[in-house]
């Protein structure tokens, strides 16, 4: 088994910018210092997205409280233009981040097309967009498939639209994801993740909406290839996903365990390793003698016991040992030699 590829770190800004490009940047500078591979944003136009008259998800309604329901125009404020797009890649490209994007709407994938980003998030409620899933794969690149909201049945239909228009299975990695903000911990179902790698054989990863950073670190110990998790520059802002993302000393300690649970996972193979060598000496035990013992003398499970160190015979030898003489004379906790 071979080791543990590295796992891509998504850090998803979204649209905690708030519109405003100074804390997209912001954002960007937060995540490069937590050292995740992208930084990801939101790519819309309000009027391609929502109807005029579509409401908030309850989980907006707390979370921004402006007693104001319509989704459209807590959406139109949340926009990012193409010209700031174009400088929040110089801006990554600066800081030596990779930019990436979600499109909502096939306008804007046209649009991330003309960036040349080479890679796809297609989210939770896009999954049955049967003409925005058809435009993605016709696009044949790498595609980051979520699954909020979704049974297998909604998987399958999506895969076999991207499968179908061009995009690859090797290049298909599908995000186990629970679309609450938050996700309550007894909804989680970390163990679907596996069930989609053992059904769909594709790369999995996970899309985290939990408080806090377990879940998502469990995820890679489990097999996540890639990890999503929205982040923030500080919890009491207002918009909408705020209360469940990430602040940036939080998104630090999110990564940096998990590149440790990549070095603890290892290649699979059980062998001593080389930091523990030294120790099986000192924990093992050998065969000595108990008692005083003559040359000539039978050794038997009188004159014999086991104690530490295990630099002599293993006690797995015992049998071979008992009954054979002594060809020296042995002090007590002496070790026996064949």
């Given at each position: 088994?071979?080791?543990?590829?590295?796992?891509?770190?998504?850090?998803?800004?979204?649209?905690?910018?708030?519109?405003?490009?100074?804390?997209?940047?912001?954002?960007?500078?937060?995540?490069?210092?937590?050292?995740?591979?992208?930084?990801?944003?939101?790519?819309?136009?309000?009027?391609?997205?929502?109807?005029?008259?579509?409401?908030?998800?309850?989980?907006?309604?707390?979370?921004?409280?402006?007693?104001?329901?319509?989704?459209?125009?807590?959406?139109?404020?949340?926009?990012?233009s193409?010209?700031?797009?174009?400088?929040?890649?110089?801006?990554?490209?600066?800081?030596?981040?990779?930019?990436?994007?979600?499109?909502?709407?096939?306008?804007?994938?046209?649009?991330?097309?003309?960036l040349?980003?080479?890679?796809?998030?297609?989210?939770?409620?896009?999954?049955?967009?049967?003409?925005?899933?058809?435009?993605?794969?016709?696009?044949?690149?790498?595609?980051?498939?979520?699954?909020?909201?979704c049974?297998?049945?909604?998987?399958?239909?999506?895969?076999?639209?991207?499968?179908?228009?061009?995009?690859?299975?090797?290049?298909?990695?599908?995000?186990?994801?629970?679309?609450?903000?938050?996700?309550?911990?007894?909804?989680?179902?970390?163990?679907?993740?596996?069930?989609?790698?053992?059904?769909?054989?594709?790369?999995?990863?996970?899309?985290?909406?939990?408080?806090?950073?377990?879940?998502?670190?469990?995820?890679v110990?489990?097999g996540?290839?890639?990890?999503?998790?929205?982040?923030?520059?500080?919890?009491?802002?207002?918009?909408?996903?705020?209360?469940?993302?990430?602040?940036?000393?939080?998104?630090?300690?999110?990564?940096?365990?998990?590149?440790?649970?990549?070095?603890?996972?290892?290649?699979?193979?059980?062998?001593?390793?080389?930091?523990?060598?030294?120790?099986k000496?000192?924990?093992?035990?050998?065969?000595?003698?108990?008692?005083?013992?003559?040359?000539?003398?039978?050794?038997?499970?009188?004159?014999?016991t086991?104690?530490?160190?295990?630099?002599?015979?293993?006690?797995?030898?015992?049998?071979?040992?008992?009954?054979?003489?002594?060809?020296?004379?042995?002090?007590?906790?002496?070790?026996?030699?064949?």
């Amino acid at each position: 088994m071979s080791e543990m590829k590295k796992v891509l770190i998504i850090a998803e800004a979204g649209v905690n910018h708030n519109g405003s490009i100074e804390v997209a940047k912001k954002l960007v500078d937060a995540a490069v210092l937590a050292g995740v591979d992208y930084v990801k944003f939101q790519s819309f136009k309000a009027e391609n997205l929502v109807s005029k008259d579509a409401k908030k998800a309850e989980y907006q309604q707390i979370n921004m409280a402006d007693g104001d329901d319509s989704q459209f125009t807590m959406l139109k404020k949340l926009e990012l233009s193409p010209e700031q797009h174009i400088e929040l890649i110089a801006y990554c490209n600066e800081k030596g981040i990779k930019f990436f994007s979600t499109a909502f709407d096939l306008e804007s994938i046209d649009f991330l097309a003309s960036l040349k980003l080479g890679l796809w998030k297609i989210p939770s409620g896009e999954i049955t967009n049967y003409p925005y899933l058809k435009q993605i794969a016709l696009k044949k690149e790498p595609v980051i498939l979520s699954t909020g909201m979704c049974d297998m049945t909604d998987i399958d239909n999506a895969i076999q639209v991207l499968l179908k228009f061009g995009v690859t299975k090797e290049q298909i990695t599908v995000l186990h994801c629970n679309t609450e903000y938050p996700t309550p911990m007894h909804d989680v179902n970390l163990n679907a993740m596996k069930a989609i790698a053992d059904k769909f054989e594709v790369n999995i990863g996970y899309s985290d909406h939990t408080k806090g950073i377990e879940v998502p670190i469990a995820a890679v110990a489990l097999g996540a290839t890639v990890i999503e998790k929205h982040f923030t520059l500080d919890k009491t802002m207002e918009g909408p996903d705020h209360k469940a993302s990430l602040e940036p000393q939080e998104l630090i300690a999110m990564t940096n365990a998990i590149r440790n649970i990549e070095m603890a996972l290892g290649s699979g193979e059980k062998k001593v390793t080389s930091s523990e060598i030294n120790n099986k000496s000192v924990a093992r035990k050998s065969i000595v003698a108990s008692q005083y013992i003559q040359v000539g003398d039978v050794l038997t499970e009188s004159n014999l016991t086991v104690k530490r160190p295990g630099t002599g015979i293993s006690p797995m030898l015992w049998e071979n040992v008992l009954g054979t003489k002594a060809t020296k004379s042995y002090q007590p906790d002496e070790l026996i030699e064949l």
